[in-house]
């Protein structure tokens, strides 16, 4: 494959574009869904081809195929000149890009267990067990498992002299019951909800995840939930805990910093941001004990990679440094703008998407907090477990998410169940109002396999680490 | 593009190798382009050539699924291995129903020779033509255009052989002003039928009617809902109450509702991917022909739609409304959702409003927070108005609503006869088909800043 992308490269250079890349992507993806006692289905699936991007005269073309003989190869990069060509046609400043060195390098994921090499079986067995504990209540109406695993091999050259070749694992899973009691329909998820927790990890991953174990809890949580009150319509103080803390972060800190949605090219389909250029190294952002960094390069997060898909190394870029917003996710395109290099965060959605910015592992630094310690210190309040339903603003302001449990906090202890809970606030008010986070001993890495952008749309692989945290004041209970 | 008897050829001779009690073969092979603009110029411009063949095997009641993107017939014979091998290594599922039969599908044009030789110049002066319109009222505006050509095949071991070409092309604007933004969109299999003159003259007319909007305090008021904002709340009801999973899991607001009065009576919401004016297409992914299926009509629940497995889990027969083998794991899903129109013009709805809110549309929505009770929240966005006296005041920031749908939907003052098909999550074979609806009243919870 290296000899045919690089006849491209040399293809294109003879036809004096100002810059170009190939990439050749291979994804194989495994996915297993138990329910309800037997194997709901089972398939695995082979992606393969090259996408061209290509800059002439200071405009864009993009270009892919599945087909990979010399000659499409060929008639793909001429294609993509002709369709810099087209873009070409509405008048504007030239694209220029922010310097890179062309690496020449590899990477892969360290892993231990190759989860293409473990037996169907095997994981049958797991998801078939964990189903089997979960329905083992009548009021379980459906139960059901699944896993996914991901093995990505990527070749990137480029008329600069890159040419890196990246082998990447992902690995993941979960499961959900659903409990029904005539009236009532509530679903409880471990260990996250939407299919679970996804990293960049081999099948030591699923193994470390205590199936069994939380089974029961899960099934338990469910049928109490029929049971439980609605969440009151007040204002409160909320803890949230990990995997909802990794929503609220994507959703209200990693989304609003990527900087090509802030200079407007996502307004056609996922809005702009509030965290425009102007507010750089100005905006207060959340209160003194919030940290936030973008890193591509967190062990075993689903955003951590080698490079990124313009060529450019993996790095930690600090965004809100001490309450302050001090830095965006870039590309090479758009750095510039802001006077800096490419901090590496262009991914594309396989070789048929072009890359555009996306989050890699944006997470918030551990505070000082146990979490027993934080509830016993909240005379009253509510605490949101798992994520049920996600909304926000097209400036990623407004926000309102529910979630799948909720338990009032009365005098440091919990209490009753709430159902249905949401909470809702203003991005920068609701990070001001943060005056606890959970320490490192609560800190973990959750995986976000399915984070959508762009058009045609895309589906990127991203992760947040966090701990859970306190926020006072928060409005609560809106429901209907 | 293959063509018809080029693919058969191909894919029956894999068939033909399959040792499998029953072996189905999906095909779905397109080329697509799509230019995208902002701040008035194109930015992203990107062509894709794909194709991806879909392999379910059958021993017995096990079933393996494995598919590939790559022609070559080595690989198509691998992975039909391969789709075997997965089927024997998993225990039978007593759900599973069987491969169907073949059958007869409904004739419909779906393919425009012109569309399919749409080129990225011909996407590139339609955005030329936009961003000129736009700019005379110093607007800048942000959108994209798509054209594509795909061929879609079913071909199983019982005797399935459905073929269909399609063409697609759509279009979305959306020009800004320092304080406003206004919309437009269109969809069809036809490039030339896409009304880019009515359309950027709409938008760029709401984008100055919204120029510094006021704020409004979150209550229950009066609304208009565009046939976008409609199309959203559908596209998310669709999503969780239409399907025959949800509804089986009794999470749907549909589930023990079926015979009961849902809505207004002037409501009626369908699927029928049939219907030639709209984005039509004759058969699912396991080869049944679609049949149209009402989920509310005249304000009574009436059902969902289904495919084999879970039609067999309901005691019923398949509604031709399967997903691929291997995107299953959700149930059957509409593709082509309509509501019926009304009577009264979209004109003459904002003249019968006293007091209330027009919206054209809505950002990011979701129903998840309690589906059984079709609540739904959501951002208004592109276009939010105070209307008094039938007449549109001044534009508003944006508001959240967060209601149930079928409580808002009880209180239906009036229904445009006029509709607009708006593209959806599964544009190749559907689109929605909606009209303006005028609410006695909705639900604003919170507003931006």
Same mark, same amino acid.
């Given at each position: ?230 969440c009151p319509d007040t204002n409160t103080t909320i803890i949230i805990t990990g995997p909802q803390m990794a929503l609220q972060v994507h959703e209200s800190c990693g989304h609003p910093i990527e900087l090509d949605r802030v200079l407007g090219t996502e307004i056609s389909l996922a809005g702009g941001s509030f ?206 | ?35 995208? !603009? =902002? ?9 894709? @050539?794909?194709?991806? /063949?879909?392999? +379910? *095997? $059958? ?75 736009a700019g005379r009222k110093k607007f800048t505006v942000a959108g994209s255009c798509a054209t594509s050509r795909s061929e879609i095949a079913i071909l199983n071991s019982l005797g399935v052989r459905a073929y269909q070409p399609t063409t697609a092309a759509s279009v979305l604007m959306i020009p800004m002003s320092?304080?406003?933004?206004? !919309? =437009? ?9 896409? @009304?880019?003159?009515? /359309?950027?003259? +709409? *938008? $760029? ?135 019926a129109p009304g009577k009264v013009s979209r004109d003459k709805m904002v003249s019968n409003m006293k007091r209330g809110i027009l919206v054209t549309r809505f950002h990011y929505l979701n129903g998840l927070i309690d589906p059984r009770n079709s609540v739904l929240t959501g951002m208004t966005r592109d276009g ?66």
């Open positions: 494959m290296r000899d045919k992308l690089k006849e491209c490269i040399k293809l294109l250079k003879a036809k004096g574009v100002d810059y170009a890349d190939c990439r050749f992507v291979r994804r194989e993806n495994e996915a297993l869904r138990v329910s309800d006692g037997h194997v709901d289905s089972l398939s695995r699936t082979l992606d393969v081809g090259v996408g061209i991007r290509v800059l002439s005269k200071g405009s864009w073309g993009f270009a892919s195929t599945a087909n990979v003989t010399a000659g499409d190869l060929k008639k793909t990069a001429n294609l993509a000149v002709q369709i810099a060509r087209a873009s070409a046609m509405t008048a504007h400043e030239p694209v220029v890009l922010a310097e890179q060195e062309p690496f020449v390098a590899s990477y892969q994921t360290p892993f231990k267990k190759d989860p293409f090499e473990v037996s169907s079986e095997t994981k049958i067995d797991l998801l078939m067990q964990s189903v089997e504990v979960l329905r083992a209540n009548a009021k379980i109406k459906t139960a059901e498992g699944g896993m996914r695993f991901f093995k990505t091999k990527k070749h990137f050259v480029s008329t600069e002299g890159a040419d890196i070749e990246q082998d990447l694992l992902e690995s993941g899973g979960g499961y959900h019951a659903v409990a029904f009691d005539g009236k009532e329909a509530q679903r409880r998820s471990y260990p996250n909800s939407f299919g679970g927790d996804f990293c960049t990890k081999g099948y030591e991953f699923i193994e470390s995840m205590d199936f069994l174990d939380n089974a029961e809890r899960v099934r338990e949580e469910a049928v109490a939930l029929l049971k439980a009150s609605p965290m425009t250029v102007d507010k750089l190294n100005k905006l207060k952002y959340g209160s003194d004990i919030v940290n936030i960094n973008a890193d591509a390069t967190t062990p075993g997060g689903l955003g951590t990679f080698g490079y990124d898909d313009e060529g450019v190394k993996a790095q930690r870029t600090p965004i809100i440094k001490k309450r302050k917003f001090v830095g965006y996710m870039t590309s090479r395109e758009t750095a510039p703008i802001i006077g800096k290099k490419s901090n590496g965060t262009m991914r594309a959605d396989g070789w048929n998407r072009v890359p555009i910015i996306r989050m890699t592992n944006v997470n918030l630094e551990p505070g000082t907090w146990e979490l027993d310690d934080l509830i016993a210190d909240t005379k009253q309040g509510i605490l949101f477990d798992l994520n049920k339903s996600w909304s926000i603003d097209d400036l990623r302001l407004n926000f309102q998410f529910g979630v799948e449990a909720a338990w009032e906090i009365k005098n440091g202890v919990l209490g009753r169940m709430y159902k249905n809970a949401t909470y809702t606030g203003i991005t920068p008010e609701f990070w001001n109002s943060c005056d606890a986070i959970c320490n490192r001993n609560h800190w973990r890495v959750w995986g976000v396999p399915n984070c959508g952008k762009g058009e045609p749309m895309q589906s990127a692989h991203v992760a947040h680490g966090v701990a859970p945290a306190r926020f006072r004041n928060v409005k609560v209970g809106v429901s209907k | 593009m293959i063509g018809k008897e080029k693919l058969f050829k191909k894919l029956e001779g894999v068939l033909g190798r399959s040792k499998a009690d029953q072996t189905e073969i999906v095909y779905l092979g397109s080329e697509s382009g799509l230019t995208r !603009y =902002a701040n008035s110029h194109i930015h992203q411009n990107v062509f894709e @050539d794909n194709h991806t /063949m879909i392999f +379910r *095997s $059958v021993v017995g009641k096990q079933v393996g699924v494995a598919s590939t993107n790559s022609l070559v017939t080595s690989d198509l014979h691998k992975t039909l291995a391969d789709s075997l091998e997965i089927a024997r290594k998993q225990p039978e599922n007593p759900g599973f129903p069987g491969l169907p039969g073949p059958a007869t599908y409904q004739e419909i044009n779906t393919f425009d020779e012109a569309t399919a030789k749409a080129t990225p110049k011909d996407r590139a002066k339609i955005v030329k033509k936009i961003v000129g319109v320092e304080t406003s933004s206004g !919309y =437009a969109s269109g969809t069809g299999r036809r490039f030339s039928d896409l @009304d880019v003159d009515g /359309m950027v003259a +709409r *938008s $760029v007319m709401k984008c100055d009617l919204a120029q510094n909007p006021k704020e409004m305090k979150p209550g229950d008021y009066e609304v208009i809902l565009e046939p976008p904002a409609v199309a959203e709340m559908l596209e998310w009801l669709n999503y969780v109450s239409f399907g025959s999973k949800p509804f089986i899991q009794n999470m749907s607001f549909l589930s023990g509702n079926i015979g009961k009065s849902v809505t207004s009576d002037q409501i009626s919401i369908y699927d029928n991917a049939l219907d030639e004016k709209g984005v039509a297409f004759p058969f699912d992914f396991e080869g049944v022909p679609k049949k149209k299926v009402f989920f509310v009509q005249k304000g009574v629940a009436k059902g969902v739609v289904y495919d084999r497995a879970t039609g067999l889990k309901a005691g019923k027969k398949s509604t031709g409304h399967a997903v691929t083998a291997n995107n299953s794991d959700d149930g059957a899903f509409a593709t082509n959702i309509c509501m939010t108005f105070y209307v008094e006296d039938g007449e549109i005041k001044y534009g508003l920031k944006n508001l959240r609503f967060t209601d149930s749908a079928m409580r808002a939907l009880k209180t239906v003052i009036g229904i445009s006869r006029e509709r607009e098909q708006i593209e959806s999550w599964w544009s190749s074979v559907g689109c929605m088909t909606v009209p303006a609806i005028h609410l006695g009243s909705f639900k604003f919870t919170g507003k931006t800043g």
